[in-house]
């Protein structure tokens, strides 16, 4: 199926949002072109409340007025409408993919509570309890790129797959914690695999193309922080 | 004979499990069950998912797959030509499907725990009414992938049939445990003709947990967690 003239295919997103990136990264792994629409979450559209009722969040991609949401959900529509473009973001061979699933969803249900966690703490002590779950997540993933690159670049071998997205949407965000609050999440004394992962990964043009800045996303959580400090 | 050999590692209680083994059903396959008692972690289950020491697990050809929804896609996959298709060949319906399975496992079950083993009546209260609210956003989920049809799937049953099936004998255990009734033919009409229409297929005959039992099992589990808690609140209250 052709590329589009970007006109059929829009995504509601924003540049702070990792999810989005993820998205955002997976098309342009596929050369795929998009209308890419900047959405204010502090004064959410209709477009956005229209698309995403269930969970009024983004990303949301918009294809021939067809709507999809949730981020890994997105990710997989993607390379299969797209299959024959790009390089495969999900392996072919049945296992592979299993395994790179169930990593995806311990980065969702696992690490992101954690490193989250470490910016929404109110207290130290519970700051230091989410830094601590983050390592173990990290850890874990650790032995992950071991199992899934098999010597290769990346967790999806040669070129960036599932996981790598999954997992790299995050790197500008951890830069952003580092700059915050002195965590360093992928640590190379720690996860030195990880941490040659990390730089190899934000070389590429997916990601050199679409993740911001951490000061960027620092910006960002200040503006979060204020609002709900304001709410209170 | 090398080749297929599948080996599931569950509980009965599990309604993750229940959701595999409906898939393996469905699909025709055979496979060996083996009951992991969750108090006391066989060697295989820790060693076959050593970051979540959870059931279900799937060992085919002795490798293992975890996590119910990967292990049903993976079922789907590894075995497309054999038994009906699980996930809508289309990808934009695929998607959908995949959306619905998502927000089941993330917007269903945390209140439904809160509303069951909420610490304080406020909590439970709180869960109650969240869970309500998911539930008839579930019912309008349910309108958009039937299209007026009987199943998730439409004519057949599909992945989400099995997501949400699996869940079944713990769906109708839920006015007993969480004191709200889940389908309510009038305020979820086509989740409560699904549940019934569900719990009439061979596969959830063959799999699903007597509700009752499960009842009172999950009684007996939530007693004995309060218990171990207060007794640990004491200890540290005394250590003070």
């Known amino acids: 199926m052709a590329a589009g003239k970007g006109e059929d295919l829009k995504l509601l997103g924003l540049d702070e949002s990792p999810f989005a990136a993820r998205v955002r990264m997976a098309l342009s792994v596929k050369g795929v072109g998009y209308e890419y629409i900047v959405q204010d979450l502090f004064n959410k559209s209709e477009l956005l409340l229209r698309s995403n009722p269930v969970h009024k969040k983004v990303p949301v991609l918009i294809h021939n007025g067809n709507t999809i949401c949730e981020s890994l959900v997105i990710v997989q529509y993607v390379d299969e409408v797209w299959a024959g473009m790009g390089t495969s973001i999900l392996p072919a061979d049945p296992y592979k993919r299993a395994v790179a699933r169930f990593w995806a969803a311990f980065i969702d249900d696992k690490l992101f509570p954690a490193w989250v966690g470490i910016m929404r703490a109110a207290t130290e002590e519970e700051r230091a309890e989410k830094v601590k779950e983050t390592f173990a997540a990290i850890e874990h993933l650790e032995k992950a790129f071991v199992e899934c690159s098999n010597g290769k670049a990346f967790f999806g071998g040669d070129s960036v797959g599932y996981v790598d997205l999954a997992l790299g949407c995050f790197l500008f965000w951890f830069g952003a914690v580092h700059k915050m609050f002195g965590v360093e999440i992928i640590d190379a004394s720690k996860s030195p695999l990880l941490a040659a992962w990390a730089g190899r990964f934000g070389e590429t043009s997916a990601a050199a193309e679409v993740l911001p800045e951490p000061d960027k996303a620092v910006e960002y959580a200040m503006k979060l922080r204020a609002k709900r400090a304001a709410a209170k | ?240």
């Open chain 2, 1 to 240: 004979m090398a080749g297929d050999e599948l080996k599931l590692l569950g509980a009965w209680a599990s309604p993750w499990v229940s959701r595999v083994q409906i898939a393996l059903h469905l699909k025709g396959l055979n496979y060996e069950y083996v009951e992991e008692d969750l108090d006391n972690k066989s060697d295989l289950l820790l060693e076959s998912n050593p970051v979540h020491k959870k059931v279900p697990v799937l060992i085919h050809d002795g490798k293992p797959i975890c996590e119910s929804l990967v292990i049903v896609q993976y079922i789907d996959e590894a075995f497309a030509s054999t038994g009906p298709s699980l996930l809508p060949v289309d990808p934009y319906e695929r998607a959908i499907a995949r959306f619905w399975a998502a927000f089941i496992d993330d917007k269903l079950l945390v209140p439904w725990k809160q509303a069951f083993s909420g610490k304080t009546e406020e909590e439970k209260d709180q869960g109650r009414k969240q869970l309500l609210a998911a539930v008839e956003t579930l019912e309008g989920g349910l309108m958009e992938c039937s299209k007026g049809k009987p199943l998730f799937g439409g004519d057949s049953v599909g992945y989400l049939d099995v997501v949400l099936g699996g869940l079944l004998s713990w769906l109708h255990g839920t006015e007993a445990l969480c004191g709200v009734e889940l389908f309510d033919a009038g305020r979820t009409p086509l989740l409560s003709a699904w549940a019934e229409r569900f719990g009439a297929l061979d596969a959830a005959k063959a799999v699903l947990p007597d509700v009752g039992k499960l009842v009172e099992f999950a009684k007996m589990r939530r007693a004995q967690l309060a218990a171990a808690e207060a007794a640990a609140a004491a200890a540290a209250a005394k250590k003070n």
